[in-house]
């Protein structure tokens, strides 16, 4: 069987996860490939643009759903009252994760992949 290829896997990501009150923690992927869409989505009311994305992180990286994810190395958020600022509307590129797939070849973990 042959070993995936991550050559693509060239990018820097950060991803922030809040733990408890005052505690988030902030993860630098040096190795991940990020990459933006734009779908249509449709509603009651008609349709609209909307941006999706899919994050591969080689190996077993720790993501989960309601992660936040900001290409390269993103600044520190420490406080609660900074992640509640910390939302796509006000910082470009900021997006959350709404599901994540661990893959594995032959019983062993290859990559992680996330989106929403």
């Avoid at 505690?23 to 989505?41: C, E, Q, S």
């Avoid at 309601?66 to 958020?77: N, T």
Wanted: aromatic content about 6%; some cysteine; proline content about 5%.
């Amino acid at each position: 069987m042959m070993a995936p290829d991550y050559r693509l896997c060239d990018q820097t990501v950060t991803v922030y996860r809040r733990i408890a009150a005052n505690t988030i923690v902030r993860t630098v992927h040096p190795r991940a490939f990020l990459d933006f869409k734009k779908v249509r989505g449709v509603d009651k009311t008609g349709s609209h643009d909307a941006m999706s994305f899919l994050l591969v992180i080689p190996e077993d990286a720790d993501v989960a759903a309601g992660d936040k994810v900001l290409e390269g190395e993103g600044p520190e958020v420490a406080t609660d009252a900074e992640w509640r600022q910390f939302v796509p509307a006000a910082v470009a590129g900021l997006c959350v994760v709404r599901w994540v797939d661990p893959k594995r070849i032959g019983g062993r973990a290859c990559h992680v992949e996330a989106g929403g």
